[in-house]
């Protein structure tokens, strides 16, 4: 299973394309249906990733025929970082789902023909104000929406809700619902007693009252 959220800019909006993934450190076996976990914090290496990630990027790009800038880096950077149950991942990653590039508070003025914006510099955690012409604003935030074809955010395996089978797997071995976030006991049914004869009933179909109600006879 896996998270994916595509990220194009930095703080101050330059062009900064990079990608958030979030990974699981178990799996399910494909053959025994067994949850396997991964004793260390870390699935790989983080300078090894960096190579095979960058090899594989560039081999896709050619084979698609797709010419990459000719000053692209080197060195890829990735940075691995235990987050513990993933709990506060996950709100750092929904946060740039759910708003532009830039949030309205963080600009400041708009007055003759100038934008004036503010930004947190991640490496000093000092707040900055930036003020560039209004067109070169826009081209700022333009430039950061994706092509057609692209999405913000992809997820794979068990992490996909299209993985229902996986998901029932899931439920059963831990013993909780993931689409609630909240533990659950399995409940047997309280029988049904025949008022009649006595004996048990047995549920042959389910009719929703509101519904009947609504419907014309």
């Given at each position: 299973?896996?998270?994916?959220?595509l990220?194009?800019?930095?703080?101050?909006l330059?062009?900064?394309?990079?990608?958030?993934?979030?990974?699981?450190a178990?799996?399910i076996?494909?053959?025994?249906?067994?949850w396997?976990?991964?004793?260390?914090?870390?699935?790989?290496?983080h300078?090894?990733?960096?190579k095979?990630?960058?090899?594989?990027?560039?081999?896709?790009?050619n084979?698609?025929?797709?010419?990459?800038?000719?000053?692209?880096p080197?060195?890829?950077?990735?940075?691995?970082?235990?987050?513990g149950?993933?709990?506060?991942?996950?709100?750092?990653?929904?946060?740039?789902?759910?708003?532009?590039?830039?949030r309205?508070n963080?600009?400041?003025?708009?007055k003759?023909?100038?934008v004036?914006?503010g930004?947190?510099?991640?490496?000093?955690?000092?707040?900055?104000?930036?003020t560039?012409?209004?067109?070169?604003f826009?081209?700022?935030?333009?430039?950061?929406?994706?092509?057609?074809?692209?999405?913000?955010?992809?997820?794979?395996?068990?992490?996909h809700?299209?993985?229902?089978?996986?998901?029932?797997?899931?439920?059963w071995?831990?013993?909780?619902?993931?689409s609630?976030?909240?533990?659950f006991?399995?409940k047997?049914?309280?029988?049904?007693?025949?008022?009649?004869?006595?004996a048990?009933?047995k549920?042959?179909?389910t009719?929703l009252?509101?519904?009947?109600?609504?419907?014309?006879?």
């Open positions: 299973g896996a998270i994916a959220v990220h194009t800019n930095s703080r101050e330059n062009f900064h394309p990079h990608l958030h993934l979030l990974l699981p178990a799996a076996e494909k053959t025994k249906k067994l396997s976990k991964k004793k260390s914090k870390y699935l790989f290496n300078k090894a990733l960096a095979v990630f960058r090899a594989k990027m560039i081999d896709a790009f084979s698609n025929n797709l010419n990459l800038p000719s000053n692209y080197q060195k890829w950077v990735v940075n691995c970082k235990y987050v149950k993933g709990r506060k991942a996950l709100l750092y990653l929904s946060r740039y789902l759910y708003r532009g590039v830039i309205e963080d600009i400041l003025s708009c003759n023909g100038k004036t914006f930004y947190k510099n991640s490496k000093t955690n000092r707040y900055h104000t930036k560039v012409s209004a067109v070169y826009l081209w700022l935030v333009f430039q950061h929406i994706l092509p057609r074809g692209f999405r913000r955010s992809r997820n794979y395996g068990f992490l809700p299209n993985s229902k089978n996986l998901i029932k797997i899931l439920q071995i831990f013993r909780s619902d993931s609630y976030g909240k533990d006991e399995i047997t049914r309280k029988k049904i007693i025949c008022p009649c004869c006595g048990f009933m549920i042959v179909k009719r009252l509101y519904f009947d109600m609504l419907v014309p006879t």
